[in-house]
């Protein structure tokens, strides 16, 4: 049984809006009743329930805001608006919030159970849909993996793709927002002498997929991003790919444009070329642990500075950046491995992009990190390390830096990393995703949530990254653990 919740003012109304129809014959339950729009929005929070009937008048928190929250929180739940007012304007802005339908007072039993009913069918539909969608994203996870090595003319022939021209390339997008209702995968579109295929590959992020011929018309491809990509805020473009040619690498080289491009953000379209890393990188990697050896924290800071110039100098691409930054938290973690302070996190070139910091700024903290090495009490006040671990447990579910967890308690980054290893026994990178991953997991009892969703709720922006973390800890991937 889907749940229902009504919401109105009026006890009395909400009581025979209950009451009007026989909501199990129609697949529904009545969960309970709200009388204004700010405990209406904590039930929905509570019990997530798939349909909402509610005033659109209300003291306090009204009906079209409690729609907005519904919508912004990314809940599935669907809202029927009811108003007293026979003013077409009510109506635009149900619709144009997002409201599945709107009623008139005095609502009619037919109008209500014809409500309910399509109300019935859309969610029927759409779980159809999305169990259709988890397993495409299963097999597209698989496809896209860096060590699988299907070819273009592989995928393409699965999926009954014609190929008309002879090249292919990725482009990888980041949207500020993607509206939750766009399709995870669109039929191939025909764009003139250029064919596309999208696909969603995070909360805001889209892969294309694009077959054209490079040699006797070049200028498509830019053509067809100034044209269709104006809203994208960053752009990664693959290098020429043809039939033959891995499906993943170029969905990976254009990932890797697309984060060296959010990173430097100079150019927000950017071509993956293949870069060595310069000499001189190398080299300061060995200095710096030469730096390090000695225990020289002018030396180390002055090295990691450096560090970070070669990288921005360079514009080294954001695998080569991570890379780098890696190195060093490796050298942290190989000297100072008996120090209380656990110090920093390894990262991956998505999460540094998605950082939104400089090079330097990434790098900084690297130096301060040496810096509370040795500098930390070996002992945190009393009660602080169960308040923090409060604050985490109570938002693992948002987008958290560890830097913010610090500043909330005014803490040193380095310090805060610390006392969440010391009492967890593993990094917060880690705790944090086996924290999302438990409650994923959970989550996939209910068949009624696809994994799409399910992804949202628990924090993750990218389903493959979730795919790949889950597969990790788990040994196989959400839709195959779902089957068991």
Same mark, same amino acid.
């Not at 992020?205 to 269709?228: C, G, M, Q, V």
């Not at 960053?234 to 993943?248: H, K, T, V």
């Not at 430097?264 to 001189?280: C, D, I, M, Q, T």
């Not at 290893?421 to 068949?447: I, N, W």
């Given at each position: ?47 997530? !329930? ?8 209300? !003291? ?31 109506? &635009? ?12 007072? &005095?609502?009619?039993?037919? &109008?209500? @159970? ?11 539909? #759409? ?25 273009i003319a592989s995928f393409i022939e699965s %999926? ?15 949207? $500020? @927002?993607?509206? $939750? ?36 018309? +070049? *200028? ?25 040619? !891995? *499906?993943?690498?170029?969905?990976? @080289? ?19 070329? $293949?870069?060595? $890393? +310069? ?5 300061m990697l060995l200095r710096l642990e030469v ?55 390894? *990262? ?32 945190? !006040?009393?009660?602080?390390?169960? #308040? ?21 308690? %005014? ?62 800890h788990f040994g196989v991937t959400p839709s195959?653990?779902?089957? *068991?």
């Amino acid at each position: 049984m889907r749940k229902v919740l009504i919401v109105d003012d009026e006890p009395w109304v909400a009581y025979g809006i209950s009451q009007l129809i026989d909501w199990e014959r129609l697949g529904f339950r009545i969960i309970g009743e709200a009388y204004d729009g700010a405990s209406a929005w904590q039930q929905v929070m509570q019990e997530q !329930p798939e349909l909402v009937i509610s005033d659109i008048r209300m !003291p306090g928190l009204d009906g079209l805001e409690l729609l907005e929250n519904i919508k912004r929180s990314g809940l599935p739940t669907q809202v029927v608006l009811i108003s007293g007012y026979a003013d077409f304007s009510y109506a &635009q802005q149900a619709i144009r919030h997002g409201a599945f339908d709107y009623l008139l007072k &005095q609502v009619e039993q037919d &109008q209500l @159970e014809d409500a309910a009913k399509r109300v019935g069918e859309f969610l029927d539909s #759409r779980e159809q849909s999305d169990s259709s969608l988890d397993l495409f994203l299963d097999d597209l996870f698989e496809l896209l993996d860096p060590d699988n090595s299907v070819s273009i003319a592989s995928f393409i022939e699965s %999926r009954r793709i014609p190929a008309s021209f002879p090249h292919f390339r990725f482009i990888n997008c980041l949207f $500020p @927002e993607i509206s $939750p209702d766009w399709p995870t995968l669109t039929s191939p579109a025909d764009a003139g002498q250029l064919h596309e295929l999208r696909m969603r590959t995070g909360q805001n992020k889209l892969s294309i997929l694009i077959n054209y011929d490079e040699d006797n018309h +070049p *200028l498509d491809l830019l053509t067809y991003i100034s044209e269709h990509l104006q809203a994208a805020e960053w752009n990664g473009i693959s290098s020429l790919g043809l039939l033959d040619s !891995p *499906l993943s690498r170029l969905h990976q @080289e254009a990932d890797i444009a697309l984060y060296s491009s959010a990173f430097y953000r100079a150019e927000n379209v950017l071509r993956y070329k $293949p870069v060595l $890393p +310069p000499a001189e990188l190398r080299k300061m990697l060995l200095r710096l642990e030469v730096s390090i050896k000695e225990q020289s924290q002018d030396d180390i800071t002055s090295d990691i500075s450096l560090i970070a110039s070669i990288c921005r100098t360079h514009l080294l691409p954001a695998d080569q950046v991570a890379f780098a930054y890696n190195q060093i938290v490796s050298l942290y973690y190989k000297y100072y491995e008996s120090s209380w302070n656990s110090g920093p996190e390894l *990262l991956t070139y998505e999460t540094i992009a998605r950082q939104h910091c400089t090079s330097e700024e990434l790098f900084a903290r690297l130096g301060a990190s040496f810096e509370n090495a040795a500098g930390e009490p070996a002992v945190s !006040p009393s009660g602080l390390a169960k #308040r923090v671990l409060d604050y985490i447990d109570d938002s693992f579910t948002q987008d958290l830096l560890l830097s913010e967890v610090a500043r909330n308690f %005014r803490l040193s980054t380095g310090y805060a990393s610390a006392l969440v290893k010391r009492e967890t026994g593993t990094t917060y990178s880690d705790y944090v995703a086996a924290k999302r991953l438990q409650l994923a997991r959970q989550l996939l009892a209910d068949p009624e949530l696809s994994i799409h969703e399910i992804v949202q709720r628990i924090g993750y922006k990218d389903y493959f990254h979730f795919n790949k973390l889950f597969k990790k800890h788990f040994g196989v991937t959400p839709s195959k653990y779902r089957k *068991l």
